[in-house]
């Protein structure tokens, strides 16, 4: 792992050089210890698909160094064990989105072996970020990679199916957005009303970790 200032009282540690499967699972096991045995200045962390960014509560006698080596000692020793993934949560999707024909003619293939690209595979939950409840979904099949659109959307419906680069996810909210837009669900991937005082994670629909499996509707 290495690491590097990231303002007064911040570090990002890198732990892989690229988003696979390693990674996915290295990400989880760091996730895993700093909530469950953190060190003791953390105030929060952000984890990224091959690095974390920790904030720390910086007094006159901590130094950046030494709380890498903490957090490093931390990580080492609680971060071994491989995790579970979380469930299979199948998500049908009606396969009409205005970006279809682009991500076909990109790749140079039919659309209707996109929605069997995009259907066939079991994708990995690996962050949810951009929006409340957005799911980053990997691997994505290399057929399917496609450049995000030049100019973003300035609307995008919550519950748009999506590919940017090489993940693909879904609009959890109305939202500007860039992705291709292949499809839709009606799926909720976020809900406030479902928040109580004793869980903040149940508005989200899926967590880190969890499986995705999509369903031609």
């Known amino acids: ?27 989880l096991r760091i996730v895993e210890a700093l909530s469950t045995k953190p060190p003791s200045q953390l105030v929060d962390f952000v984890p990224g698909f091959t690095n974390v960014l920790l904030e720390f509560a910086v007094s006159g006698g901590d130094s950046l160094e030494d709380l890498a080596r903490k957090t490093e000692e931390i990580i080492e020793a609680h ?16 396969y009409d989105g205005p970006d279809l024909q682009r991500v076909a003619d990109h790749n140079g293939i039919t659309i209707e072996k996109v929605i069997k690209y995009h259907s066939d595979t079991t994708y990995k939950v690996h962050l949810l970020g951009f929006a409340p409840g957005f799911p980053y979904l990997g691997e994505l099949h290399h057929k399917l990679h496609t450049p995000r659109l030049a100019s973003p959307r300035p609307r995008v419906a919550a519950g748009s199916v999506a590919i940017g680069g090489q993940h693909t996810g879904i609009y959890s909210v109305e939202s500007p957005g860039g992705w291709n837009i292949i499809g839709h669900t009606e799926q909720k991937l976020f809900d ?6 004793e869980s903040e994670e149940r508005p989200f629909f899926l967590r880190p970790g969890d499986q995705v499996k999509f369903v031609p509707d």
């Open 1 to 27: 792992m290495k690491w590097r200032p990231y303002g007064r009282n911040g570090l990002l540690l890198d732990f892989a050089d690229k988003p696979d499967d390693w990674a996915f699972q290295k990400r």
């Open 79 to 94: 971060a071994r064990q491989k995790l579970p993934l979380g469930a299979v949560k199948t998500i049908p999707v009606k």
């Open 192 to 197: 406030l009303s479902l928040r109580t005082p």
